[in-house]
T-cell receptor, first 113, second 115 residues
Framework: QQQVKQSPQSLIVQKGGISIINCAYE??????FPWYQQFPGKGPALLIA?????SEKKEGRFTISFNKSAKQFSLHIMDSQPGDSATYFC????????????FGKGTKLTVNP | ETGVTQSPTHLIKTRGQQVTLRCSSQSGHNTVSWYQQALGQGPQFIFQ???????GRGNFPPRFSGLQFPNYSSELNVNALELDDSALYLC??????????????FGEGSRLTVL
């Protein structure tokens, strides 16, 4: 059973455009929702994270929107740049749970110059 | 401050063999987590060690085992290798994550190929 469903699988955006990646989760006990960015040959790196007590968090060009009732959250990348081309993973975790960070399957983002 | 380092970076084994992967945590971190990332998939949680004790395990069989040492470095051992074990194995360290959520710092991984 896939606990965190991510879409789309791949995304192509023009430079300066907005990239939007969506995730949905099943487990209402999840209380931490990070997004990780992974470049080829590298390990994932934390991009931005949110907890369910807020509906939005912004850091620079990156924004997480969180909808607790719909059990959905999304990543928005404003003014997308070619350097943003990477694979993005949403994830979720329950504090104190036995199974740690659960990842989505990833979205490969390509930003064309 | 050094980051998370893993070794070896690449290795090839045959079915039925055993493998040990190593991880050196980021300085000051006392928690290490191991993930398996199959090609084109997201990382999947194997287990976590907090202060040398296992603190959570994912849906992996017992032939996946681990250790965390007093200096907080770690090993992942896989016995009786199967073809499906071919993947990138990621180690991630963090501070005091046995009791809370928070950022994981990943290494670049060990790419295992099982023939």
């Amino acid at each position: 059973q896939q606990q965190v469903k991510q879409s789309p699988q791949s995304l192509i955006v023009q430079k300066g455009g907005i990239s939007i990646i969506n995730c949905a989760y099943e487990n209402t006990a999840f209380d931490y929702f990070p997004w990780y960015q992974q470049f080829p040959g590298k390990g994932p790196a934390l991009l931005i994270a949110i907890r369910p007590d807020v509906s939005e968090k912004k850091e620079g060009r990156f924004t997480i929107s969180f909808n607790k009732s719909a059990k959905q959250f999304s990543l928005h990348i404003m003014d997308s740049q070619p350097g943003d081309s990477a694979t993005y993973f949403c994830a979720a975790e329950t504090q104190g749970g036995s199974e740690k960070l659960v990842f989505g399957k990833g979205t490969k983002l390509t930003v064309n110059p | 401050e050094t980051g998370v380092t893993q070794s070896p970076t690449h290795l090839i084994k045959t079915r039925g063999q055993q493998v040990t992967l190593r991880c050196s945590s980021q300085s000051g971190h006392n928690t290490v987590s191991w993930y398996q990332q199959a090609l084109g998939q997201g990382p999947q949680f194997i287990f976590q060690y907090y202060r040398e004790e296992e603190n959570g395990r994912g849906n992996f069989p017992p032939r996946f085992s681990g250790l965390q040492f007093p200096n907080y470095s770690s090993e992942l051992n896989v016995n009786a290798l199967e073809l499906d074990d071919s993947a990138l194995y990621l180690c991630a360290s963090s501070l005091d994550r046995g009791m809370s959520t928070g950022e994981l710092f990943f290494g670049e991984g060990s790419r295992l190929t099982v023939l």
